[in-house]
């Protein structure tokens, strides 16, 4: 089925999705440009390196318009899930990509996070219309606004006002120096990279108002690379003044401080989690309330392309840095099951839902220690919880049932017990066999029980 | 101080202003479909004369205590690098 056009902003082109296919149009105008860049040893080597994504000219003629394929990034994200590391190495890669387009003789028209997307841990710019040839005597860079507005001041906000990133869902364009500056306090608007980035655009800004002057310079164009490259580095240098400094959570030590684990009942869940894997070899595998990434890194091992939710900041940063350490293909993601990302954009159409993204993508779901953070504390009913899961999965699912007598099981029902007395095992099954067939049950010593479950059809 | 010197420094003031004037010089406007901001726009243009001023001065200096030896443009490649 053919999707309205995912991006239609940019004059020179759009994107579609037709059924498991990436599509782009280039207007007759831009399509010489294009094929230029995506001829260039420039354009080849990154596709080589995957920082730039795989793109195949599938039509091209003189006057006609341009038609293009890019590999499709197996799971969709956006910076509203990224972690703040994400974040940085999205932004560096920007960065990357608009230096070493000016030494061809090209600059980047548009510079915001929608243009990255991850596979695994690795990021890939995805727009290839998002270059053009540059006026070699403009010193200025249109789209330098538009990486401060979507990456910096996101990024300083986090860091500085302790704003979520996730926050960047209602801002398209990131946000403004105005947005932040009232919030600052004096010392910090005196902050280097904060003062060049907020305080200083915010003053000129309120001396000479919002009507843009936008306007170009003429320079010699040994003097205009400078100046372009110049700025560059000063970008850099605000990113890493921007990066934050992160803390551990309550979740992100939660794996070495899970006091109703003892070591034995951990190893023979290890070991059942992993004798699922290498049974059933997964090629994709979702691990919902994947922590730190304990399980997500098992099944990378075992050959998955894994994507790993949890609704916690640090535990997300922590795996996607020991994902990147040991180059697995994990793309962990700031998502909760229970309050998905939704569509936006206009018409709903522009940026997909998380569930959406997810429905039938998967061999093999795991939700391990999960089922009564959903129960308990979202007040999901049983049956919704296994509908999801037969959502997400062709094939495979693993879960992991907390009983009534469990510590945290206890902790999070606070006195409610009566409310929940029916959660039993017997519950569980009634309503996962409505879709799956046990096929192996290990009970652990702590009470808990995994389950291995095959769809039923 | 030397005539020589004197007159070399004066050459460097009077090119720093020319550079001024020449990059504050704006041209058409630009239309670009991402919002340039106003605010990042201006500091652009500031910026931009800042960095203008700060390579042509290292420039015209690397030219004034150079021995001759190296070209005008291999001081700007080096400069780019």
């Known amino acids: 089925m053919s999707s309205p056009a ?3 902003r940019d004059p020179a082109g759009s994107l579609r999705i037709d059924d498991d296919r990436v599509l782009r149009t280039v207007h007759p105008e831009y399509a010489e440009d294009c094929l230029n860049f995506l001829g260039s040893e420039l354009a080849q080597s990154w596709i080589a390196t995957g ?28 910076p509203w899930e990224w972690t703040p590391g994400q974040w940085i190495s999205a932004a560096e890669l920007t960065l990357d990509f608009a230096e070493q387009q000016l030494s061809i003789g090209r600059v980047l028209k548009d510079a915001t996070p929608l243009n990255v997307l ?25 789209a330098y606004g538009q990486f401060v507005r979507t990456f910096l001041l ?18 398209r364009d990131g946000y403004e120096p105005r947005d932040l500056y009232p919030y600052l306090s004096a010392w910090t608007r005196l902050h280097p990279a904060i003062f060049s980035h907020v305080t200083l655009p915010f003053l000129l800004e309120k001396k000479n108002g919002t009507n843009n002057s936008a306007g170009k310079l003429k320079q010699r164009p040994d003097v205009a690379l400078y100046m372009h490259r ?21 979740w992100s030590t939660y794996p070495e401080s899970a006091s109703h684990y003892s070591s034995t009942d951990r190893n023979e869940k290890r070991e059942f989690i992993e ?45 996607w840095r020991a994902a990147c350490e040991s180059r697995l293909p994990i793309l962990p993601l700031i998502a909760d099951a ?50 999801l899961v037969n959502e997400f999965t062709t094939r495979w699912a693993v879960v992991e049932w907390v009983p009534a007598t469990d510590v945290r099981f206890r902790d999070l029902c606070r006195g409610r017990d009566s409310l929940y007395a029916h959660l039993d095992e017997r519950a569980f099954l009634r309503s996962f066999t409505q879709y799956f067939e046990p096929v192996a049950r290990k009970p652990l010593s702590n009470g808990r029980v995994l389950f291995f479950l095959l769809r039923n059809h | 101080m030397s005539a020589r010197f004197f ?75």
């Open chain 1, 6 to 8: 995912a991006t239609f």
């Open chain 1, 51 to 78: 920082r730039l994504v795989e793109t195949r000219v599938l039509s091209s003629a003189p006057g006609e318009q341009l038609e293009l394929e890019h590999q499709r990034v197996f799971f969709p994200s956006y």
């Open chain 1, 118 to 142: 991850f596979e695994g841990s690795r990021p890939v710019f995805v727009d290839v219309l998002s270059t053009e040839a540059r006026e070699l005597e403009n010193p200025l860079w249109m």
């Open chain 1, 154 to 171: 996101p990024l300083a906000a986090y860091k500085y006002l302790g704003w979520s990133l996730a926050a960047s869902l209602s801002r």
């Open chain 1, 230 to 250: 110049r700025r560059i580095k000063h970008l850099r240098r605000a990113l890493h003044a921007f990066t934050p400094k992160m803390g551990d959570s309550k």
């Open chain 1, 275 to 319: 004798r699922i894997l290498y049974t059933a070899r997964p090629a994709h595998v979702l691990d919902i309330g994947a922590n730190t990434g304990d399980y997500s890194r098992l099944a990378a091992q075992a050959g998955a392309n894994v994507v790993a939710w949890d609704a916690d900041v640090a535990a997300s940063e922590q795996n």
């Open chain 1, 338 to 387: 229970a309050r998905p990302t939704p569509a936006l954009g206009w018409q709903n159409a522009e940026t997909s839902s998380l569930l959406d993204r997810a429905r039938g993508r998967f061999d093999l779901v795991m939700m391990l220690g999960l089922i009564h953070h959903l129960l308990l504390i979202d007040q999901i009913p049983m049956a919704e919880i296994a509908r």
């Open chain 2, 7 to 81: 007159f070399r420094t004066m050459w460097l003031a009077l090119g720093v202003l020319q550079i001024a004037a020449v990059v504050c010089a704006f041209e058409r406007p630009a239309h670009a479909y991402v919002d340039p901001g106003s605010g990042y726009m201006l500091l652009q243009v500031i910026g931009s004369m800042f960095a203008g001023a700060i390579f042509y001065l290292r420039h015209r200096l690397r030219r004034l205590f150079a021995f001759g030896a190296q070209s005008s443009s291999e001081t700007e490649t080096s400069i780019d690098k």
